[in-house]
Each structure stands twice: as structure tokens, then as C-alpha cells.
């Protein structure tokens, strides 16, 4: 089974830190996609990158950026933490002509 | 921006009923994927079911079926023999060929709860 691993299950960081989100997959899937859910919005997308160093921003991109240098791996990057990005982030990677996605757990992002 | 509509935040059902979850989509597109998943306090997303655009027969996986209107866009989940490994919350999903790298544009979710 293909596996998607984030790095950490909850994170608490101050206001104004860079922050790193990792996720990890373990099969040769070439899109990748980080989400973010907050209750009574659902899930919306961030960013999104179908190859190695390549990216596209989803639906709400501001105040985040992303790194993927390699295949299996693609950051999520704060580059300077608010209150506001307080939320659970969502990894999740496919093949472009499966319809099969995995997602990770999930991380608990608290910024104080 | 977000184009799958629930509109019921919050669900009900006793054990052993049935309960329909009701999802809506707005796409130009003829051919997607439309997805259910569900997702227990473990926060791992599950797949519940999924329904290919161009088949008119719908899905079935045991105890879960959909009713999908392709005209309607509709797409609803019927969960039948309700358990309470069954409370979680149920995103209605869908993906285009030309959209976002084939991201997953979901809905808001509805909560169910199951009593005994």
C-alpha cells in the first residue's frame, strides 16, 4: 500500500517563525498536494505540484509557499506563521491517470 | 473556489436505519471522478465510494450507494445498516481531467452521528 507520512501529528509555533511541514510518499506518485481543513470549510487547496520542482498554486495560496526537490517529498513552507494559519494541513499524492489518492494523517498546526 | 456544495452540516441516524447524505457539484466538464470519503476522529481520510461521470449505473460498495444525477449534478450517499463506526465526518469530493493537477475540489462535510 502506498503510504503518505507527515512528519509531525500536532506542532505548536510562535508568531512570525518559519515553519516546515513535510510529507512523504512512498511510491512513485508524481502529484502531490497539501489541503487545508478548518471546521465548517471543509478542505481547500494550497498548493499543488505535478512534477519534481514544479508548483501551482491552488486556492489559497497566500502566505505560503512549497518545495519539492524530490519526488517523493513536498514541503509546506510558513514562511512567517500567523494566528490565522492555526489549522490542520492535509498531505495527499495521486498518479496523474489513477483516481486513487492517499492522504496522510494530518498535522495539528497551532501558532500562538 | 469551492464548487461542491453540502448542505447539511450536521446529520443524524439510529442504529441499523438509513441515512442519505446529500452533495451537489458545479462543473463544465462531461467527464470527472466524483468521490465520498469519510473521515473518523483518527483524521485519516478513508474512501467510501466512487463514481465515474460516464457510468450511468450507480456505485455500490456493501452498505453504501450513491444516487448520482448527472444532469442534476447531484450526488448522494446512502448509507444503509447504519453502525456507530459509521459517526465521522463525510466529504463529497470531485476531479476533473483539467483542473489543478488533478487536485480534489470537496465540499464542507457533514458530521454523522450515530445512536444507539
Known amino acids: 500500500d502506498v503510504k503518505v507520512t507527515q512528519s509531525s501529528r500536532y506542532l505548536v509555533k510562535r508568531t512570525g517563525e518559519k515553519v516546515f511541514l513535510e510529507c512523504v510518499q512512498d511510491?512513485?506518485?508524481?502529484?502531490m498536494f497539501w489541503y487545508r481543513q478548518d471546521p465548517g470549510l471543509g478542505l481547500r487547496l494550497i498548493y499543488f505540484?505535478?512534477?519534481?520542482?514544479?508548483?501551482e498554486k491552488g486556492d489559497i495560496p497566500e502566505g505560503y509557499s512549497v518545495s519539492r526537490e524530490k519526488k517523493e517529498r513536498f514541503s509546506l513552507i510558513l514562511e512567517s506563521a500567523s494566528t490565522n494559519q492555526t489549522s490542520m494541513y492535509l498531505c495527499?499524492?495521486?498518479?496523474?491517470?489513477?483516481?486513487?489518492?492517499?492522504f496522510g494523517s494530518g498535522t495539528r498546526l497551532t501558532v500562538v | 473556489a469551492q464548487t461542491v456544495t453540502q448542505s447539511q452540516p450536521e446529520m443524524s441516524v439510529q442504529e441499523a436505519e438509513t441515512v442519505t447524505l446529500s452533495c451537489t457539484y458545479d462543473?463544465?466538464?462531461?467527464?470527472?471522478?466524483l468521490f465520498w470519503y469519510k473521515q473518523p476522529p483518527s483524521r485519516q481520510m478513508i474512501l467510501v465510494i466512487r463514481?465515474?461521470?460516464?457510468?450511468?449505473q450507480n456505485a455500490t460498495e456493501n452498505r453504501f450507494s450513491v444516487n448520482f444525477q448527472k444532469a442534476a449534478k447531484s450526488f448522494s450517499l446512502k448509507i444503509s445498516d447504519s453502525q456507530l463506526g459509521d459517526a465521522a465526518m463525510y466529504f463529497c469530493?470531485?476531479?476533473?481531467?483539467?483542473?489543478?493537477?488533478?487536485?480534489?475540489?470537496f465540499g464542507k462535510g457533514t458530521s454523522l452521528l450515530v445512536t444507539p
Open positions: 495527499a499524492s495521486t498518479l496523474p491517470q489513477d483516481y486513487g489518492y492517499t
Open positions: 505540484s505535478y512534477d519534481v520542482k514544479m508548483k
Open positions: 469530493a470531485y476531479r476533473t481531467f483539467s483542473n489543478s493537477g488533478y487536485a480534489l475540489n
Open positions: 463514481q465515474e461521470a460516464y457510468k450511468q
Open positions: 462543473t463544465s466538464e462531461s467527464d470527472y471522478y
Open positions: 511510491m512513485d506518485h508524481e502529484n
